[in-house]
Each structure stands twice: as structure tokens, then as C-alpha cells.
């Protein structure tokens, strides 16, 4: 039996809130999924799985805190270790009601609540989008490392010293409210970001199932708990007019359509109007950051898609703000795109041999964390747009071989079989 990321996220969000133990309730809901594949196949399939995984997981919990080990170092408390169906969100599958008047100054959501407690300050700043990633959005050490371009043991062995550490020094988590949320919001805000961009790849045509359902929900919420916060709105603009494009992005046979080659017509008209509704509260609020830039990135380029014309310079000087701003790998191969619209392939090019020397020197090409050789070998995007640029130059070797890494590295099955098929045209020289 399967459960989804998001149930999986939800479900460890309930029972880790009463206590913080994160590995505790990882173990349970693990234990809770054996039973419910051997309960399962002799009496069925229950009505509400994830109801029914949820109890079972909780009462294992619960026998752990009223046992005699836990009694000897914590006071059994039943309003906190009850978990009662009455604090799970009313949001959830796992909740047929309704649930009692939330704390004014509590956070409504339990997901979100624990995203904050994996932000605590006790925890080492790299392990925590790493440990939100993992336990709150339930996303694998597998697709965390590819989507960070990491090794995956390292990942591992990150979320493995987290927990350790959260377990040794008995880090106390406690929920936090909203006077705790400005210093943990960066961590939260990259957490749901990371969230979107690791399941775009497999992301669903219908935009509000699955993690980004649930990264579309979390980005408004944070947005209207945060109402003032220019970077709340722009992550949830930046969310909303990215998954717009989602019914877009495969045809009616299923192969993938680059964006330049999509139908304006199918994208989701409700999730455009939310996302420009929170550019403009970014523009109202008065300061801009990294997910307001990127989010002004996205609607330039759907402008330029609607008019078949777009304001290439416009978009490189966004994308050097980013850079300034929040020099990333991803952020510097998507301006190396930009410069090749504008000044031509080879200086993309250009770009992209200037990114690889300044990894190998151990620096990037702007200001900012080192970019390892291996993460730049890893990186798929790289090696498509190399691929791209070399055909357009009539380098016929060069794009072959960058062809195949990207082919290599390409885990979306659509999308490889578009790389293939750009590859053949290029060999056949059509």
C-alpha cells in the first residue's frame, strides 16, 4: 500500500505535534503501514485509509508515552499527548467535522506548525530544509538529493545527525505562534519553495493534487498569516503562476511541451489570477526578494508566450537581481538562457563554461556559496540547455554528448523522450 507524500507529511505533522519527536513518529506511521498491508488484505481496504493509519500510529505513540520509561522522565499529559481527531485540520482527509476554535495566536495548520518547529534555531541551519523536506512534506532522501543536486548520503547522513541531535539534547519544539514565525518564515518560505520545485518534474496535469496541492494551500496560508510580508506573498505568487502552467505542459499523447511551445488557452485561469493577485501585494508591500523576482520572471515569460514576443532584456535584469540577491545554480544556468536569446548562443555558452571553471576553481560566477564540479555535472538543466545552444551553433558533437548526460540525468519520462527526440533531429541534421 502506498501513501501519498502529502498524507504521509500530514499524518507525521499530527502525531510529531504533540510531542516533537519527528523519528518517533516516523517509526509509528512505518509500523502503522505493515499493519495496515497485512489488515488490509484479509478484511479490505477501509473507508478512510489515511483515518484509519492515523489511529493506528497514534495509539502506538500513545503506548510509548504512557509507558513506564516515559513516565520515569514526562508527566503523562492528556490534553497534549491525547491527539484527539479534534486537532487534526479541518482541511484534511483525516477530519469528517469540524475542529474546536484554533488559539488566536497558534498557527491554524499542523503542517505548517511543525515546518516552524524543524526551523528552531537548536537545529543546524543546513539539516533544516532537509528534515522539513523530509518528515513534514514527505519527500525521500532520494528525490531531496536529486532535487538539491546532493549526493543522497549526504542528504542521509544530514537527516540523520538532525534527529540525532534533536533526540540527544532534547530539543523542546513547542508549536510556535506568530510572534515566533518572522525569524523562522526564510526557512519555512525555502521548505514549501523546495517542496514545489523537487515535484514539478512529476507533478500531475491537475495542479492542486498531490505535494503541490499542498505547496499551492501552505503558500497562501503563509501569505494571509503574513499579510505584510513582501516574500510571503511572492513565494505564493511564484507557486500559483507556475503550477497555472502544469495542464499545459504534456499533450494529449502525453509528450512534453516546452513552455515557448504551450497553449496560453489551457493554463489554469483562477491560479494566474491568484498568483498576480499576490504580485501585486508584493509590489504594495514595498520590498521585494528572491521569490517576488521570480515570481515577476514567471509573468514576463507568460506574457511572452500570450504575445509571441518576449522582453528578453526585461528578464536578464531580473535575473541578475536574483543573482545578486540569491546566487544559485539553477538561477545562474536560467540567465545563461536569457544572454543567449539576446546576445546568441555562443555567448550562453559562454555563461555556462564560466559557471563550470568558477566550480572547479571552488567559487561561482557571482558572490555567493561555492558550486561544487560535481553539482554542475549532476545538474540536468545545465546539460539541456548546452544541448540547445550547441545545436543552434551546428555543433554537432558537442550537443550529441550533451544530449546524452541530459538524457542521462532526466528522471521525467515525457521530457526524455522530447531530449531523445531533439537528439535524432540534431543527428539527422533537420
Request: charged share 25%; with cysteine; glycine share 10%.
Amino acid at each position: 500500500m502506498a501513501l501519498s507524500q502529502d498524507s504521509w507529511g500530514r499524518i507525521i505533522a499530527l502525531i510529531a505535534s504533540a510531542d516533537g519527536d519527528i523519528a518517533g513518529a516516523e517509526d509509528a506511521l512505518s509500523s502503522a503501514l505493515e499493519t495496515g498491508v497485512r489488515v488490509w488484505r484479509e478484511q479490505g481496504v477501509p473507508a478512510n485509509p489515511e483515518g484509519w493509519l492515523y489511529r493506528v500510529a497514534l495509539n502506538a505513540r500513545r503506548d510509548v508515552w504512557k509507558s513506564a520509561a516515559t513516565r520515569t522522565s514526562a508527566v503523562w499529559d492528556p490534553e497534549v499527548h491525547d491527539g484527539s481527531s479534534d486537532s487534526v485540520h479541518p482541511g484534511s482527509a483525516l477530519h469528517p467535522g469540524s475542529a474546536d476554535p484554533p488559539d488566536p495566536g497558534a498557527l491554524p495548520d499542523r503542517r505548517l506548525e511543525l515546518l516552524g518547529a524543524c526551523a528552531h534555531p537548536d537545529i543546524d541551519p543546513p539539516a533544516r530544509p532537509l528534515l522539513m523536506l523530509s518528515a513534514v512534506m514527505g519527500m525521500t532522501g532520494k528525490q531531496i538529493a536529486a532535487g538539491m543536486a546532493l549526493p543522497v548520503a549526504t542528504v542521509a547522513a544530514r537527516l540523520t545527525r538532525a534527529k540525532k541531535r534533536i533526540a540527544a539534547v532534547g530539543i523542546g519544539f513547542g508549536l510556535p505562534d506568530r510572534s515566533d514565525l518572522d525569524v523562522r518564515l526564510p526557512d519555512i518560505q525555502e521548505a514549501i519553495y523546495g517542496a514545489f520545485a523537487i515535484d514539478w518534474v512529476h507533478a500531475p496535469a491537475q495542479p492542486r493534487d498531490g505535494t503541490i496541492g499542498e505547496t499551492l494551500y501552505l503558500s497562501r496560508l503563509l501569505a494571509e498569516l503574513c499579510p505584510s510580508d513582501g516574500e510571503s506573498h511572492g513565494l505564493a505568487a511564484l507557486v500559483h503562476l507556475s503550477a497555472a502552467r502544469f495542464p499545459a505542459r504534456r499533450s494529449r499523447e502525453g509528450l512534453f511541451v516546452p513552455l515557448d511551445d504551450q497553449d496560453p488557452g489551457i493554463w489554469d485561469a483562477v491560479l494566474i489570477a491568484r498568483g498576480e493577485d499576490h504580485l501585486r501585494s508584493v509590489q504594495h508591500s514595498g520590498e521585494i526578494g528572491r521569490f517576488g523576482l521570480l515570481a515577476a520572471i514567471q509573468i514576463l515569460h507568460m506574457s511572452g508566450v500570450r504575445r509571441g514576443s518576449t522582453d528578453w532584456p526585461m528578464l536578464l535584469r531580473l535575473h541578475d537581481d536574483v543573482e545578486r540577491m540569491a546566487p544559485s545554480l539553477g538561477g545562474a544556468v536560467s540567465r545563461a538562457a536569457v544572454i543567449a536569446e539576446i546576445d546568441g548562443p555562443e555567448a550562453g555558452l559562454a555563461q555556462l563554461d564560466a559557471l563550470e571553471g568558477s566550480s572547479r576553481r571552488g567559487r561561482p560566477p557571482v558572490e555567493g556559496p561555492a558550486v561544487s564540479p560535481a553539482r554542475v555535472d549532476a545538474f540536468q538543466p545545465t546539460w539541456a540547455l548546452r544541448a540547445h545552444l550547441h545545436t543552434r551553433t551546428g555543433h554537432e558533437q558537442e550537443a550529441q554528448r550533451a544530449y546524452r548526460r541530459a538524457i542521462e540525468l532526466t528522471t521525467d519520462p515525457a521530457e526524455r523522450a522530447y531530449l531523445e527526440n531533439r537528439s535524432f533531429e540534431n543527428r539527422s541534421g533537420r
